[in-house]
C-alpha cells in the first residue's frame, strides 16, 4: 500500500482495493515518511474503514491530534458492545466515543470532574448500555491507567443507546427544528457562518441535539454548577450572552428553563466554535 497522508508518526491513510480511504495505524508507522512512500505492513497494528466519507473525514481529523492508544482503548469498548447489546451501531460511535474519552481524560487530568445528573436513570431505563459503560471504565483503567468516576459509565452508555441503528427517534422533526433555531441564535450573534466540517462545530451540534431530546422528554439537569457558571460569565462574557439569548428563546417557545449546567455546557462550546473569530 502506498501513503496518500501523513496524519501524525502512528497514523497514515491509504486506499483499498475499491478505491475507499483507509486509516492505517501502528506504533512509528509514518516515521520518516512521506505521501507516495510505501507502507510497511508488519508495522501496521490497526486498520479503520468508515464507509460514510463525512465520518471518515471527520474521524481523520479527529486521529491528528488523539494518540493511537485512545482510539485502540475506544475499539475494544465498542467490541464489546457490539456483542454485549448484540445489534449493530452506526458508525459514528467511533469518532463520538473516541472523542468523549480522550477530552474527558483532559478534563480529569486538569481536575474538572462533571457530574451525570441521570446517572441512575439510565442504569435503570438502558441496563445493558449501562452495562457497557461500566466495563468501559474498566477496560480505560487497565490500559489507560485512569479511574473515571461511575458518572461517566453513564456518558459512555449515552453513546450507545445513541449509535443503535435500530433506535427509532421519534423527536427527529423537533430535534432538528430546535438545533436549527440555536445555531441561527449563535450565527447571528456572532454576525457570521461557521465552518460546518470542522470538529468543534460538529461537537457543538452534537450537545444542541442531546440538550434538544432532554428539552422534548422534559428532562432537566441539576442546578449544580453555578459557581462554574459565575465563573465562565466573566471569563467569557460574550459567550455567555449568547447563550442567555438562547435561554430566553427556549423558555419562550418551550416552556423549559435552562438549568446553570446547560449554560455551562452552551458557554463552553459557544467558547470553542468562536474562540479563533477576531
Not at 53 to 60: I, L, M, R, Y
Not at 70 to 98: D, P, W
Not at 112 to 128: E, G, H, T, V
Not at 249 to 258: A, C, G, N, P, R
Request: net charge negative; with cysteine; glycine share 4%.
Amino acid at each position: 500500500m502506498i501513503i496518500e497522508r501523513v496524519l501524525n508518526n502512528n497514523t497514515v491513510i491509504s486506499s483499498n482495493g475499491k478505491g475507499l480511504d483507509i486509516l492505517l495505524m501502528g506504533k512509528g508507522i509514518a516515521f520518516g515518511k512521506k505521501k507516495g512512500s510505501k507502507v510497511e505492513m508488519e508495522q501496521v497494528e490497526k486498520t479503520f474503514i468508515l464507509q460514510d466519507k463525512n465520518n471518515q473525514n471527520k474521524f481523520t481529523e479527529l486521529l491528528i491530534n488523539v494518540p493511537m492508544e485512545y482510539v485502540l482503548v475506544s475499539e475494544k469498548i465498542i467490541n464489546f458492545g457490539k456483542i454485549k447489546l448484540g445489534r449493530a451501531l452506526n458508525e459514528i460511535i467511533y469518532i463520538n466515543l473516541t472523542d468523549h474519552i480522550y477530552s474527558t481524560i483532559e478534563r480529569y487530568q486538569e481536575g474538572i470532574r462533571l457530574k451525570n445528573p441521570l446517572l441512575w436513570d439510565i442504569a435503570r431505563f438502558y441496563p445493558d448500555e449501562y452495562a457497557v459503560g461500566e466495563k468501559a471504565l474498566a477496560i480505560i483503567k487497565s490500559e489507560l491507567n485512569v479511574e473515571l468516576e461511575i458518572d461517566e459509565a453513564a456518558f459512555i452508555a449515552l453513546h450507545f443507546i445513541n449509535a443503535s441503528d435500530s433506535k427509532t427517534n421519534d423527536y427527529a422533526y423537533e430535534v432538528t427544528s430546535i438545533t436549527k433555531k440555536i445555531d441561527e441564535i449563535v450565527k447571528e450573534h456572532y454576525n457570521t457562518e461557521f465552518d460546518e466540517s470542522s470538529l468543534d462545530y460538529y461537537r457543538f451540534i452534537t450537545h444542541v441535539k442531546f440538550f434538544a431530546q432532554r428539552l422534548l422528554a422534559h428532562e432537566h439537569y441539576d442546578d449544580e454548577d453555578d459557581d462554574l457558571l459565575e465563573t465562565l460569565k466573566h471569563k467569557y462574557e460574550n459567550e455567555y450572552v449568547c447563550s442567555l439569548k438562547i435561554k430566553e428563546s427556549i423558555l419562550m417557545d418551550y416552556q423549559y428553563e435552562l438549568s446553570a449546567t446547560e449554560l455551562v455546557y452552551l458557554t463552553a462550546h459557544i467558547r470553542r466554535i468562536t474562540k479563533n473569530l477576531n
